[in-house]
């Protein structure tokens, strides 16, 4: 497991001055300005914002599937110049493979990143294993053998999610994984997420539209402007974990809710 | 609907088409007094066929077994090729305008040549359904490859997976549906290469037979191997429809736009 007897306050993720400009019929677009925060070892960090500010833009940076124009992103120790073994990525959409099974999807990132990959064929029995126990934690037990096609948009998120912790990543990525689906189905998935976060400790970088999902969830809620996405807010959240659907409806939860409100109103222009 | 209703929507709008086309033709052959050296009925086919089953028997398995051996040395070319040509641009760029140019060219003028090199009979047959079904297998395979979603690629790369990795784990599935689309186009354009070739430079298949029986003018004859091929035809196309389907139980969710 990541992060164990590691110094909580360490930065593990910096964005220091990330700006990306799309190129877009030879102009640049610019999809997010001069964003700087960190992330300590074990924090989950949620990033909200409205629609098209530059949030999936973001995760790209800190995946290195794009380069920023300009600053970086670390983790760790190093500049990210590329995608790193040691990160998962749920995306937005579950973006499974159809011709693989439930369980087949979610075995994918072991066929590739080192070290399971050299070890796929001996190991193959312990890591289904392994996938096993995660889909039965995300409530998926008895999908495996499933196309994605035969599983619902939810199961197939929750597959996704799956997908993203199976190599033990020390560093998650969610792109708005709960977007599309039903409140129901979003707010057990909330629990599902914060349990497994609880157990393993991963560190989490999560970016939605809902700030209900995001104080939920979040240690730190950082807030953006729309496009071009800057940073407005940075707001610790310490309500005391593990929390339930009903802490979100007690008063703690509701005044942390209209402080953020606010400040995102003071951010506008 | 039961199955039966079901199989009977499906099977009578086509079977009565057929039956109406077959009277026609024998009432207006019969009505008009056509003689057979012009129009046989299908009466006078169907005991030409009779007549002659033995020889149609022995051409059409020729002729089946050019055509097969031609198709299967597409299959494994144009796959091949196919996937060389979506994997790198390089190879793209350096044959697709050959490739292009070579297709044009009617593969009826090619079997002469054909003939000064490998003689008359079984070889130039298979290799004309070779060259004419190889086409289709290699643009279909290459377009698999080339629409690959970027989101996919994205969840691969994500994980650090090498360009290599990427063909291997989605670019080489995502292509089969369209490889195995384009096989009943190309076997039933193999099928035609095969009658092609024997009625050009072959002693043997159902194209040959129809050519010695024209010479000879037994018509009826030329018209049962004219029905054994469109039958044929049908045959080979519809065993390739059901391996498709079977091979491609996802692609038909909709997950997957097949290229023709
Ligand atoms: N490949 C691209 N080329 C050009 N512009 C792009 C590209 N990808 C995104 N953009 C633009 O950059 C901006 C930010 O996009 P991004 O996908 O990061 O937004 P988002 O915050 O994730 O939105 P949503 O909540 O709707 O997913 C948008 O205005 C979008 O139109
Ligand atoms: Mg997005």
């Not at chain 1, 970016?207 to 729309?226: G, K």
Request: with cysteine; hydrophobic share 50%.
């Amino acid at each position: 497991m990541p992060a164990g007897g590691r110094p909580a306050d360490e930065a593990f993720v910096r964005f220091e001055g990330v700006t990306l400009d799309y190129a877009h019929d030879g102009r640049a677009v610019r999809a997010v300005e001069d964003i700087s925060l960190s992330v300590r070892r074990g924090e989950f960090v949620v990033i909200a914002g409205p629609s098209g500010c530059g949030k999936t833009t973001l995760l790209k940076t800190a995946a290195g599937l794009v380069r920023p124009t300009r600053g970086e992103v670390r983790v760790g120790a190093a500049a990210v110049a590329g995608p790193l073994k040691i990160v998962g990525m749920a995306f937005q959409n579950p973006i499974l493979l159809p011709w693989r099974r439930t369980l087949d999807n979610v075995l994918l990132p072991l066929e590739i990143v080192a070290p399971y990959r050299e070890r796929y064929r001996r190991e193959q029995a312990a890591y289904a294993a392994r996938a096993r126990e995660l889909l039965a934690a995300v409530g998926l037990a008895g999908f495996e053998d499933r196309f994605p096609w035969q599983i619902s948009g939810g199961q197939q998120q929750r597959a996704s999610l799956c997908r993203a912790l199976i190599h033990q990543p020390e560093l998650l990525l969610l792109d708005e994984p709960f977007g599309a689906l039903d409140a129901f189905t979003r707010e057990d998935l909330w629990q599902v997420l914060q349990t497994l976060w609880m157990e393993r400790r991963f560190t989490v970088i999560l970016v939605t539209h809902d700030l209900r999902e995001a104080i939920f969830l979040a240690d730190t809620v950082y807030v953006m402007s729309a496009r071009p996405g800057r940073l407005v807010s940075r707001t610790p959240v310490d309500l005391p974990r593990p929390r339930t659907l009903e802490d979100t409806f007690t008063p703690a939860f509701t005044a942390t809710y209209h402080a953020i409100r606010r400040q995102v109103g003071e951010g506008r222009p | 609907m039961t199955g039966l209703q079901r199989a009977a929507r499906e099977w009578l709008p086509p079977a009565g088409v057929i039956v109406a086309a077959l009277l026609a033709w024998e009432l207006g052959v019969r009505a008009l007094r056509v003689p057979d050296y012009i129009l046989p009925g299908p009466i006078a086919t169907w005991q030409a066929i009779w007549q002659w089953h033995r020889a149609i028997w022995f051409n059409a398995a020729q002729t089946l077994y050019t055509t097969l051996a031609g198709f299967a040395l597409a299959l494994a070319g144009g796959m091949g090729l196919g996937l060389a040509i979506g994997y790198s641009t390089l190879v793209y760029r350096a044959l697709y305008p050959l490739l292009v140019a070579f297709n044009s060219v009617p593969k009826v003028a090619i079997v002469p040549v054909l003939v000064i090199w490998f003689g008359i009979g079984t070889v130039p047959a298979i290799a004309t359904a070779f060259l004419i079904s190889f086409f289709p297998i290699v643009v279909n395979v290459a377009t698999g490859l080339a629409t690959l979603e970027p989101e996919w690629q994205d969840v691969l790369r994500s994980l650090g997976a090498s360009r290599w990795d990427i063909f291997r784990k989605i670019g080489i599935p995502r292509s089969l549906p369209y490889f195995f689309a384009s096989m009943k186009v190309a076997v039933t354009l193999a099928f035609v290469g095969a009658v092609i070739a024997e009625t050009v430079a072959s002693n043997r298949g159902i194209g040959y037979l129809m050519l010695s029986a024209s010479a000879r003018f037994e018509v009826p004859l030329v018209f049962a191997g004219l029905v054994v091929v469109a039958l044929m035809g049908v045959v080979l196309f519809a065993a390739f429809s059901i391996v498709e389907r079977r091979l491609t139980g996802w692609a038909y969710r909709g997950q997957v736009g097949i290229g023709a």
